[in-house]
């Protein structure tokens, strides 16, 4: 009787499938790398040290993963959730008591929060292993820019449940917003910028007012939160990931000493 | 706890200390075994006497046992519902409520940050540095039996911080730990550890293994975090009921402690953007060469210093602070203490100005000047009211508000040339002075926050310019 894996890695559609059988030797080690799409993000052979957990702590590819997991199950959450003040706060609960649905939310929101632990244990080990060094200055910078997009992402989506404590937390937040110098009504140097004697930054025209969409955080605020936070961050995080793993990349892999 | 009785809390907390201490037990269990097997046993101490001819030592793997069924009774009671034994004596808990405040808080947990650093070489040692996880546990076992650490610190959304202290402390170890090793190396002329793993292997199978464990395994712990703890659903939105306290989510509570110290401009525009700023400018400031790669602090002690300064002491510490510690009105509450929303702290605080003109000079505040006092002056009407704004706040800066302005532009224009000239000296000679001048004003910008924090606890100053008239408060 044949072994039922071996028949199914002898199948036509497994083989159309993996283009390379499993590797065992060397050279096929080699050639698995090439010729997989997912595998070729990564080089073919790499110091030793630059896969030692004791050295990267992993903390980048783990942020990379739950980045992942949080679009599969932002996906998920988006075909239960209507961004309106109407559903908004009823469509989580029935994410909460509806038993089919299990703990969808909770993965994604535990998610989130780690990926703002792991983004910062990730910095703090680059910056400790002075992995920010030329040539790796520039991936350095966009990191940075992936570690502000990450608080955005989690920042807006903490508004999308309608609860007292996302509201109460995203009108905290976006109240600093109105002290922006120049450009918030209660900033300083605001009065400086009148026309004609009339304010030319005012509640209905500031940096707050063009973060919220509105006066206060209300029905334009939840769509506009919502759109950063399904489609206008992630889109950002996803180029900027691209970027920083093709610098990984050409500034030579994983620091090290020279 | 909210709504539960004093027997439904006990349930609560021990239904949840049992396994907590039986985790505890089983991991320095494992760190016996783990000691044991790899031949890493070492004699502590002999007892004294011996038992037919032999002295009897004490090892290590012994006294990690000897923890772990500490640990083992503590879950026994624990679990048991007997929460009351395996927790703090009530008085130790008062005194710390009593003893901790703001002041208390950051000058100590500066001070631990100090020692640890100063003695590196003693708390990496692998011993120590489990002896001090074993305690932090323990004390977080412990003060769980606490109604009022427990309403806090097991709030959903506040676990994450727990968490976040425990990996900080874990992943600082090991740098320090490796940092150390390596700085010991370096002064014996060999290379640091990391170039011992020069030589280069295949990705698959081993890093795509590895990719593939560390997977399988975050997964898991994701999906037992999310049975343990459901998320959070409070009450649907209300505009009229405002909770107090008001909190931003918790990476941002550092921001939101330091709106004690600073207006909003300053804590969440201003100080927000010099941070990010701040670190995407770090390599291009850190002309230091060495320590590319490897773990070390002696090759880089003034890089190493000012970050752990930024990101342990001034924005960690201020995000425990703001989560656990600030309660109602956003007063600062002891970590045992009920969080009373009637709670009042008098809040006498003057600024600099009327230091200077009511008590030093025994007079009233100067006004702003206006056009419209000088009516000689000739100008067409609508270029006054255009100016009026200006004259007004350029009087009141240079007027009213002149000591404090005179303290911060001294701050940030004088004393950089100074700090180049002296102290500097070598960091002006390599950066040149553009990057002298903007690594000098980053680093003035963070030392601002502590300076403040130091002058409104000795001195209650509020302002050093105030100027609420154009929102302009420093
Ligand atoms: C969404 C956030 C981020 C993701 C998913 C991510 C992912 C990664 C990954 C997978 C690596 C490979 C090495 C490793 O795992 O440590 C890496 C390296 C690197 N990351 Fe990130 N990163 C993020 C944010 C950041 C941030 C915030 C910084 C710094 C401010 C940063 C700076 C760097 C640098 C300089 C390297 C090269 C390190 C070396 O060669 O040793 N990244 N990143």
Same mark, same amino acid.
């Given at each position: 009787? /044949?072994?039922?894996?071996e028949?199914?890695?002898?199948?036509?559609?497994?083989?159309?499938?993996?283009?390379? /059988?499993?590797?065992?030797d060397? %050279?096929? %080690?080699?050639?698995?790398?090439?010729?997989?799409?997912?595998?070729?993000?990564?080089?073919?052979?790499?110091?030793?040290?630059?896969?030692?957990?004791?050295?990267?702590?992993?903390?980048?590819?783990?942020?990379?993963?739950?980045?992942?997991? =949080?679009?599969?199950?932002?996906?998920?959450?988006?075909?239960?959730?209507?961004?309106?003040? =109407?559903?908004?706060?009823?469509?989580?609960?029935?994410?909460?008591?509806?038993?089919?649905?299990?703990?969808?939310?909770?993965?994604?929101?535990?998610?989130?929060?780690?990926?703002?632990?792991?983004?910062?244990?990730?910095?703090?080990?680059?910056?400790?292993?002075?992995?920010?060094?030329?040539?790796?200055e520039?991936?350095?910078?966009?990191?940075?820019?992936?570690?502000?997009?990450?608080?955005?992402?989690?920042?807006?989506?903490?508004?999308?449940?309608?609860?007292?404590l996302?509201?109460?937390?995203?009108?905290?937040?976006?109240?600093?917003? %109105?002290?922006?110098?120049?450009?918030?009504?209660?900033?300083?140097?605001?009065?400086?910028?009148?026309?004609?004697?009339?304010?030319?930054?005012?509640?209905?025209?500031?940096?707050?007012?063009?973060?919220?969409?509105?006066?206060?955080?209300?029905?334009?605020?939840?769509?506009?939160?919502?759109?950063?936070?399904?489609?206008a961050?992630?889109?950002?995080?996803?180029?900027?990931?691209?970027?920083?793993?093709?610098?990984?990349?050409?500034?030579?892999?994983?620091?090290?000493?020279? | 706890?909210?709504?539960?009785?004093?027997?439904?809390?006990?349930?609560?907390?021990?239904?949840?200390?049992? @396994?907590?201490?039986?985790?505890?037990?089983?991991?320095?269990?494992?760190a016996? +075994?783990? +000691?044991?097997?790899?031949?890493?046993?070492?004699?502590?101490?002999?007892? !004294?006497?011996?038992?037919?001819?032999?002295?009897?030592?004490?090892?290590?793997?012994?006294?990690?046992?000897?923890?772990?069924?500490?640990?083992?009774?503590?879950?026994?009671?624990?679990?048991?519902?007997?929460?009351s034994?395996?927790?703090?004596?009530e008085?130790?808990?008062?005194?710390?409520?009593?003893?901790?405040?703001?002041?208390?808080?950051?000058?100590? #947990?500066?001070?631990?940050?100090?020692?640890?650093?100063?003695?590196?070489?003693?708390?990496?040692? !692998?011993?120590?540095?489990?002896?001090?996880?074993?305690?932090?546990?323990?004390?977080?076992?412990?003060?769980?039996?606490?109604?009022?650490?427990?309403?806090?610190?097991?709030?959903?959304?506040?676990?994450?911080?727990?968490?976040?202290?425990?990996?900080?402390?874990?992943?600082?170890?090991?740098?320090?730990?490796?940092?150390?090793?390596?700085?010991?190396?370096?002064?014996?002329?060999?290379?640091?550890?990391?170039?011992?793993?020069?030589?280069?292997?295949?990705?698959?199978?081993?890093?795509?293994?590895?990719?593939?464990?560390?997977?399988?395994?975050?997964?898991?712990?994701?999906?037992?975090?999310?049975?343990?703890?459901?998320?959070p659903?409070?009450?649907?939105?209300?505009?009229?009921?405002?909770p107090?306290?008001?909190?931003?989510?918790?990476?941002?509570?550092?921001?939101?402690?330091?709106?004690?110290y600073?207006?909003?401009?300053?804590?969440?525009?201003v100080?927000?953007?010099?941070?990010?700023?701040?670190?995407?400018?770090?390599?291009?400031?850190?002309?230091?060469?060495?320590?590319?790669?490897?773990?070390?602090?002696?090759?880089?002690?003034?890089?190493?210093?000012?970050?752990?300064?930024?990101?342990?002491?001034m924005?960690?510490? +201020?995000?425990?602070?703001?989560?656990?510690?600030?309660?109602?009105n956003?007063?600062?509450?002891?970590?045992?203490?009920?969080?009373?929303?009637?709670?009042?702290?008098?809040l006498?605080?003057?600024?600099?100005?009327?230091?200077?003109?009511?008590?030093?000079?025994?007079?009233?505040?100067?006004?702003?000047?206006?056009? #419209?006092?000088? @009516?000689?002056? !000739?100008?067409?009407?609508?270029?006054?009211?255009?100016?009026?704004?200006?004259?007004?706040?350029? #009087?009141?800066?240079?007027?009213?508000?002149?000591?404090?302005?005179?303290?911060?532009?001294g701050?940030?224009?004088?004393?950089? !040339?100074?700090?180049?000239?002296?102290?500097?000296?070598?960091?002006?000679?390599?950066?040149?002075?553009?990057?002298?001048?903007?690594?000098?004003?980053?680093?003035?910008?963070?030392? #601002? +926050?502590?300076?403040?924090?130091?002058?409104r606890?000795?001195?209650?100053?509020?302002?050093?310019?105030?100027?609420?008239?154009?929102?302009?408060?420093?």
């Amino acid at each position: 009787m /044949p072994d039922l894996g071996e028949t199914i890695r002898e199948s036509q559609i497994w083989k159309s499938i993996f283009r390379h /059988p499993m590797p065992v030797d060397r %050279r096929n %080690r080699i050639v698995v790398m090439l010729t997989n799409f997912f595998l070729h993000l990564h080089p073919v052979s790499i110091k030793k040290q630059g896969i030692a957990l004791s050295y990267t702590w992993c903390m980048g590819g783990v942020t990379f993963f739950l980045f992942l997991v =949080e679009t599969v199950t932002g996906v998920l959450l988006m075909f239960y959730y209507r961004p309106t003040v =109407e559903w908004a706060y009823t469509d989580i609960q029935m994410l909460r008591d509806v038993h089919s649905l299990g703990i969808l939310r909770e993965i994604h929101r535990w998610g989130a929060h780690a990926m703002v632990i792991t983004v910062w244990l990730h910095m703090y080990r680059v910056f400790l292993t002075g992995s920010y060094k030329p040539p790796r200055e520039f991936n350095w910078v966009v990191g940075v820019f992936l570690l502000l997009l990450t608080l955005l992402l989690s920042f807006t989506g903490y508004l999308l449940p309608w609860d007292q404590l996302a509201v109460w937390a995203i009108t905290v937040g976006s109240n600093m917003a %109105r002290a922006t110098p120049f450009l918030g009504h209660e900033g300083p140097g605001q009065q400086l910028l009148t026309l004609g004697g009339v304010d030319m930054i005012t509640n209905a025209s500031d940096a707050r007012f063009a973060l919220l969409g509105a006066r206060e955080v209300g029905e334009e605020t939840l769509n506009r939160f919502y759109i950063l936070h399904c489609i206008a961050i992630p889109l950002g995080v996803a180029l900027l990931l691209a970027i920083h793993f093709w610098r990984v990349r050409k500034d030579g892999g994983i620091s090290g000493p020279l | 706890m909210h709504g539960l009785s004093e027997l439904q809390f006990q349930d609560l907390v021990s239904s949840f200390l049992g @396994p907590y201490y039986i985790a505890l037990a089983l991991m320095n269990g494992l760190a016996a +075994l783990y +000691l044991w097997r790899s031949g890493q046993t070492k004699a502590w101490f002999n007892l !004294p006497g011996s038992i037919g001819g032999k002295r009897v030592a004490i090892t290590n793997v012994v006294v990690w046992l000897l923890v772990a069924m500490v640990f083992a009774v503590l879950a026994a009671i624990a679990g048991s519902g007997n929460t009351s034994i395996a927790s703090l004596p009530e008085w130790l808990r008062e005194a710390i409520n009593n003893s901790t405040g703001p002041v208390v808080y950051s000058v100590g #947990s500066s001070a631990v940050l100090i020692i640890l650093y100063l003695f590196r070489g003693f708390f990496v040692r !692998p011993a120590i540095a489990w002896a001090i996880w074993n305690l932090m546990w323990l004390f977080l076992g412990l003060s769980m039996t606490d109604p009022d650490f427990y309403d806090i610190v097991a709030k959903p959304d506040n676990v994450p911080i727990v968490m976040l202290v425990f990996l900080l402390a874990f992943f600082t170890w090991l740098a320090t730990y490796r940092a150390v090793i390596n700085d010991e190396r370096i002064a014996n002329g060999e290379p640091p550890l990391e170039k011992l793993d020069d030589e280069k292997i295949l990705v698959w199978p081993d890093l795509v293994y590895t990719e593939l464990i560390c997977m399988i395994a975050l997964t898991a712990f994701l999906i037992f975090w999310a049975i343990a703890l459901p998320a959070p659903l409070e009450e649907a939105a209300s505009s009229v009921k405002t909770p107090n306290p008001s909190k931003a989510p918790w990476y941002f509570l550092g921001l939101q402690e330091m709106l004690v110290y600073y207006d909003p401009w300053m804590a969440g525009v201003v100080l927000p953007s010099m941070i990010v700023a701040g670190l995407m400018a770090i390599p291009y400031l850190d002309f230091n060469k060495k320590g590319n790669g490897y773990y070390t602090i002696k090759e880089r002690q003034f890089s190493y210093i000012v970050f752990q300064f930024g990101f342990l002491e001034m924005w960690i510490t +201020l995000i425990v602070l703001g989560t656990l510690l600030r309660g109602p009105n956003w007063n600062f509450f002891g970590p045992y203490e009920h969080w009373d929303a009637h709670k009042v702290e008098a809040l006498n605080n003057v600024n600099l100005s009327e230091y200077v003109w009511q008590r030093g000079l025994n007079m009233s505040l100067p006004g702003a000047l206006s056009f #419209s006092d000088m @009516p000689w002056i !000739p100008l067409p009407a609508w270029l006054t009211a255009f100016l009026n704004p200006f004259l007004q706040f350029f #009087s009141l800066l240079f007027g009213r508000e002149l000591p404090g302005t005179l303290l911060v532009l001294g701050y940030f224009i004088a004393l950089p !040339p100074v700090m180049a000239l002296t102290v500097f000296r070598g960091f002006y000679q390599r950066m040149g002075f553009i990057r002298f001048m903007i690594m000098a004003n980053l680093l003035l910008f963070m030392a #601002s +926050l502590p300076i403040k924090m130091v002058l409104r606890w000795v001195f209650q100053l509020k302002y050093l310019i105030a100027i609420p008239e154009f929102f302009f408060n420093f």
